[in-house]
């Protein structure tokens, strides 16, 4: 069956910098977009960053442009988010999915899988 695992969150200082990986497994994983969502308490999950199955095309949004690098390694079954610059308003669980064919990148609904998220905290 379809999993994904994230991790690397944790506990950094506004400034600091985390890296969060994504482990794929039960499916080819090369050959899907993946995506990581974000959600913090009382708000609606939000798109972060996608990265097309080769690696060719990458997307963010513009609240972390210039500042989080999306990435993978699909000899590994990886997918990568560098987060640098951690401001508060980074703070929330992290989510990554795989995307459906179709859609936008920004779209949760073109999403079939999810990982269980992992949380990121920011303090100021």
């Known amino acids: 069956q379809v999993q994904l695992v994230e991790s690397g969150g944790g506990l950094v200082q506004a400034g600091g910098s985390l890296r969060l990986s994504c482990a794929g497994s039960g499916y080819s994983f090369s050959i899907y977009t993946m995506g990581w969502f974000r959600q913090a308490p009382g708000k609606e999950r939000e798109f972060v960053a996608a990265?097309?199955?080769?690696?060719?095309?990458?997307y963010y949004a513009d609240s972390v442009k210039g500042r989080f690098t999306i990435s993978r390694d699909n000899a590994k079954n990886l997918l990568y988010l560098q987060m640098n610059s951690l401001k508060p308003e980074d703070t929330a669980v992290y989510y990554c999915a795989r995307k459906r064919a179709g859609g936008t990148e920004d779209d949760p609904l073109k999403y079939d899988y999810w990982g269980q998220g992992t949380q990121v905290t920011v303090s100021s």
């Open positions: 990265v097309t199955s080769r690696g060719g095309s990458t």
